[in-house]
T-cell receptor, first 114, second 113 residues
């Protein structure tokens, strides 16, 4: 089975710009979540998508938005980038309804805002 | 509010010694419990998880964890640490099936020869 793949692996953006990060879910998974991990911190939940709709959101402003596509891949969009948005962004997929569920994480996209 | 506490920010153990990483959570019911490991610059790899049943769970790489309801703890253990175990370890709580995970701040493990 394929794992979760994220692209790009690294990205440098300027403050005020917009960025799109991409994630391909593990084969057979129907839910995707995004997490932000600042340096030296644990991952923080941004939002989750199930059946192409957002069904949970963490404490992040509306300039963080996302999409889930019919093939269960996903995008995270961040507008008006701020310096504090510099972090590792992790995508995780899972199969809702599967007993003993667990999330499979990708290797992340390292975003640097300058 | 739900929270996860990993009291030890950094732990150093000798290769071959035993290891215990602590995790405490705050939640009204029994949550889903996870331990993940992260190598530098990498994503998270699931070590083990607990949903119900036997409170001692076995994971990959020789790790195990014990759920203690009375202490709201889910500590990770390994009887003999290898140099390749050096990494960051995260405890996480899932509040419902398919829902978000709440992570602790992590414990960095160093292994000395």
């Amino acid at each position: 089975e394929t794992g979760v793949t994220q692209s790009p692996t690294h990205l440098i953006k300027t403050r005020g710009q917009q960025v799109t990060l991409r994630c391909s879910s593990q084969s057979g998974h129907n839910t995707v979540s995004w997490y932000q991990q600042a340096l030296g911190q644990g991952p923080q939940f941004i939002f989750q998508y199930y059946r192409e709709e957002e069904n949970g959101r963490g404490n992040f402003p509306p300039r963080f938005s996302g999409l889930q596509f019919p093939n269960y891949s996903s995008e995270l969009n961040v507008n008006a980038l701020e310096l504090d948005d510099s972090a590792l962004y992790l995508c995780a997929s899972s199969l809702v309804g599967q007993p003993g569920y667990g999330y499979t994480f990708g290797s992340g996209t390292r975003l640097t805002v300058v | 509010a739900q929270s996860v506490t990993q009291p030890d920010i950094h732990i150093t153990v000798s290769e071959g010694a035993s290891l215990e990483l602590r995790c405490n959570y705050s939640y009204g019911a029994t949550p889903y419990l996870f331990w993940y490991v992260q190598s530098p610059g990498q994503g998270l790899q699931l070590l083990l998880k607990y949903f119900s049943g036997d409170t001692l769970v076995q994971g990959i790489k020789g790790f195990e964890a014990e759920f203690k309801r009375s202490q709201s703890s889910f500590n990770l253990r390994k009887p003999s640490v290898h140099w390749s175990d050096a990494a960051e370890y995260f405890c996480a709580v899932g509040l419902n099936q398919g829902g978000k995970l709440i992570f602790g701040q992590g414990t960095e493990l160093s292994v000395k020869p």
